[in-house]
T-cell receptor
Framework: EPEVTQTPSHQVTQMGQEVILRCVPISNHLYFYWYRQILGQKVEFLVSFYNNEISEKSEIFDDQFSVERPDGSNFTLKIRSTKLEDSAMYFC????????????FGPGTRLTVL | KNEVEQSPQNLTAQEGEFITINCSYSVGISALHWLQQHPGGGIVSLFMLSSGKKKHGRLIATINIQEKHSSLHITASHPRDSAVYICAAMSMNYGGSQGNLIFGKGTKLSVKP
């Protein structure tokens, strides 16, 4: 069964460093999402992406964040200068359509900023 | 302001019990997800529904659009059902077409043998 994959599973970085989190969505899906979950808190929407551009982004998704689909398979989230408060689990998701199709989640990347 | 509220926050049950988790939402939605999150952190989609009822094995999800309420039921619960169950509303408020999810805080279920 097709699934969303994410790498790495765990990333440890120093404050101020750049990190790139990678996702491979399900191949026929057209909509891609990033969510994050700070430890002990609820999952929060970061950004949605369709047709090679951002469809919507939340207040969390400031200038330090960017997303890219560099080729036909990968979907990346870049944090330019990490802060301690960026430590969280980051989930990628994809769906065939936006409103009426199920979103499938990757296993997540745990980001730890020291 | 919590747009998606779940109850209870924590639930302990004995194996075999019938379990109900409730979700209320205040936003306009196109659909609602029920998700399962295991201790390792991974999220699995259980259901997406926009009306009525869906059943998969021992899991049943219902939604009442007029009352803005959904329930997840687990019949004949088992210790392997222990996880966090999350309700997520697919909002129509973000420009109307993006389908972004607004999550509840989750219900932590523990099923004892």
């Amino acid at each position: 069964e097709p699934e969303v994959t994410q790498t790495p599973s765990h990333q440890v970085t120093q404050m101020g460093q750049e990190v790139i989190l990678r996702c491979v969505p399900i191949s026929n899906h057209l909509y891609f999402y990033w969510y994050r979950q700070i430890l002990g808190q609820k999952v929060e929407f970061l950004v949605s992406f369709y047709n090679n551009e951002i469809s919507e982004k939340s207040e969390i998704f400031d200038d330090q964040f960017s997303v890219e689909r560099p080729d036909g398979s990968n979907f990346t989230l870049k944090i330019r200068s990490t802060k301690l408060e960026d430590s969280a689990m980051y989930f990628c998701a994809s769906s065939v359509d936006s409103l009426y199709n199920e979103q499938f989640f990757g296993p997540g990347t745990r980001l730890t900023v020291l | 302001k919590n747009e998606v509220e779940q109850s209870p926050q924590n639930l302990t049950a004995q194996e075999g019990e019938f379990i109900t988790i409730n979700c209320s939402y205040s936003v306009g939605i196109s659909a609602l997800h029920w998700l399962q999150q295991h201790p390792g952190g991974g999220i699995v989609s259980l259901f997406m529904l926009s009306s009525g009822k869906k059943k998969h094995g021992r899991l049943i999800a219902t939604i009442n659009i007029q009352e803005k309420h959904s329930s997840l039921h687990i019949t004949a619960s088992h210790p392997r059902d222990s996880a966090v169950y999350i309700c997520a509303a697919m909002s129509m408020n973000y420009g109307g077409s993006q389908g972004n999810l607004i999550f509840g805080k989750g219900t932590k279920l523990s099923v004892k043998p």
